[in-house]
């Protein structure tokens, strides 16, 4: 979820060369795309990138999924003067784990974000305008609805493994349980089944900064002075819990933003992580929209792979796939401890899952900023699934 | 910090009676209070509470520290209509642990609150009005200063214990260095002897979030709409970090405010936890001053007990009292871990320091609303104290 990813892969080979957005749009007014709450959509567009090639039997696809704030840029540049690459590029490339030489790897953008896919800020063809808050509610289960169209626009059969951190790792679960026949293999990383109260919490927050910013004015500011100041705040919140007590304690301790300031005489002083919140906020200022910030922070709290299975018991033993779950030992948003639980819970429940635990101090963000630890454990899976072919 | 406690609190025994609140001024034009930043106040007023007498020797003092949004009510009720007693209640009365038949209870309003304390919201005598922004920063230390003014006024010539919570507890540590010779023994609960990263990052969120509200007006809203919504989302902010996962998890789960409600249709339909977020926020804005809240946790990140000595290790040197450290377990603002490393580097400087860890799943509010767990260990240093008579 965090811009750390992007700053630690500048400067790393050009394996994947100069990639390009593409885009799949589907639906009318005639068939539209009805989302889970029965509300539609008359028109859904979503982004996605293509690194390597699809192969004869169209089956060896991995899927990528983003987190909150991402987008479908998992790999590889758009210019040779963009000095960053995709959030996921130390995993996907010629030889890498994610071997495009091998694998055709597809990173969509989800529902309701606003980096290529339709959400609030796209024009509602019945109104003349963006949507908005009459962009209906949205889940992971609907992100994963769309997703499964494009996958069957590219003329994919199957699915070798969806994987994700996050919110991606949400997707990657629902693509398990709602398309079972069609995924091999899913690697939930600082993730979940189902979001839980604290998950919630931390987002209502985020969601009530964004609102009490005077410029969002009820989600009616495209056009005129977006609520920045609501959205860097969010993003602030969202910061604090995707690090850890020891990584901020090794990166700012009490450090002044600069030495000659005398902290004690001023309200506004500033420690230097509060400079670091300040900068990671006004960098989201820059490439997100504050409406998609809600809808989709709103569709991880309806995160549920239970819903309309009665238990998640039931929605686990639909599960056909692989499953490597993996947990960050200094995670604050997704414990450990919880994710090693959900591992026993699917093996009661007859799925063939697998726990993995990443030594870091980085938190939630180590699944963006130390992805290489993720490569062996990956790595592991993949052979496992070539040999059960 | 949380309310929880008082309500665990409601229906116990009446033992404190009816007790008032009191208040002591010091300071003119001709003598101010010179802050540690060397601005002066030229009047301050705390308020405080007694439970209990002084002996002849004027020595059996324990002082009750509260956190960040308390007050100088620790115990028994203002009126029997009252349902409400103190926020340290079970812990102070004839024959529990800090025993008002031989111990006399001091529990002063911390400097820059709002609760009878000076603060921003007082009257600047030059101004002729509140001071809002033009309050001058105040530290943890200052707040220690004022209440060593209270303690000479009241002619206590000795604290046998020093004792709070999370601000409380640095307070306690700010009263064992800057006035070594004053104090036999501290506990702070919670707490830390300088403030971490993390901390700061909260709390400067918090701030945010008064500053984004319209009706903050750069702190000068006295006398019209007073930015509740800011100050209500810094308290859902501070409330996730004052309870734990687990115990979210076992109070709110996913459960919905309203089992009729479709949650997926609208964006504020609302979760459990969110409800009690809301509430938490609402309940803050009736009793505590957004000013206060930006000034208490400025002097919350301030909290360094070295400043002046050159040396964590040279501060911790200069204590003469018994030190007992207690850490709860699933803490997420002060990780237990942390004060045990604390307790270490105060015994290579020669502190005769303990630790102690509280079992408890309601993270940093345990020391609230699980303080009977703190019964013992307290117990047993009052009584080391008085064999060391």
Not at 207 to 213: K, Y
Not at 282 to 304: G, M, Q
Request: charged share 25%; with cysteine; glycine share 8%.
């Amino acid at each position: 979820m965090g811009d750390l990813t992007m700053e630690a892969h500048e400067g790393v080979d050009e394996e994947n060369g100069l990639v390009e957005i593409q885009y799949f749009t589907f639906g009318s007014e005639a068939e539209p795309f009805v989302l889970e709450n029965q509300q539609s959509l008359p028109s859904v567009t979503t982004a996605y990138e293509v690194y390597g090639s699809l192969n004869a039997e169209r089956d060896n696809v991995i899927l990528v999924e983003h987190g909150l704030t991402g987008s479908s840029h998992a790999a590889g540049r758009y210019s040779w003067e963009n000095r960053r690459a995709g959030y996921c590029n130390a995993l996907i490339g010629p030889g890498r784990v994610f071997d495009t030489d091998k694998y055709c790897v597809v990173a969509p953008n989800a529902l309701a974000g606003c980096r290529g896919a339709t959400g609030p800020a796209s024009i509602d063809p019945a109104a003349g305008k963006p949507y908005g808050l009459t962009f209906p509610i949205v889940t992971i289960r609907d992100m994963v609805r769309v997703q499964k169209r494009l996958i069957d626009h590219l003329g994919i059969r199957r699915l070798q493994l969806v994987v994700g951190g996050s919110m991606g790792g949400m997707q990657a679960f629902e693509w398990a349980v709602t398309y079972p026949e069609m995924v091999r293999a899913i690697c939930p990383i600082a993730s979940c089944s189902r979001t839980g109260a604290q998950s919630i919490a931390f987002n209502e927050c985020m969601r009530r900064a964004i609102v009490l910013d005077p410029d969002w004015r009820k989600g009616e500011y495209y056009g005129g002075a977006v609520p920045a100041s609501g959205l860097a705040l969010a993003r602030m919140i969202g910061t604090i819990t995707y690090l850890s007590d020891p990584i901020m304690e090794q990166m700012f301790g009490r450090k002044p933003v600069d030495e000659t300031t005398s902290l004690e005489h001023s309200l506004h002083a500033r420690f230097d992580v509060e400079r670091y919140l300040h900068e990671e906020g006004e960098k989201l200022v820059k490439r997100f929209d504050p409406n998609s910030y809600l809808y989709v922070t709103r569709a991880i709290d309806l995160h549920d792979i239970s819903r309309g299975y009665g238990s998640l018991d039931a929605a686990y033993r639909r599960i056909q796939a692989r499953v490597l779950l993996i947990g960050i030992r200094s995670d604050i948003l997704f414990d450990p401890k919880q994710i090693r639980l959900m591992d026993e819970h699917l093996r009661r429940a007859g799925v063939q899952s697998a726990y993995t635990e990443i030594d870091s101090d980085y938190g939630h963000d180590a699944f963006l900023v130390e992805q290489e630890k993720m490569a062996a454990p990956l790595q592991a899976l993949l052979a496992t699934l070539q040999e059960a072919v």
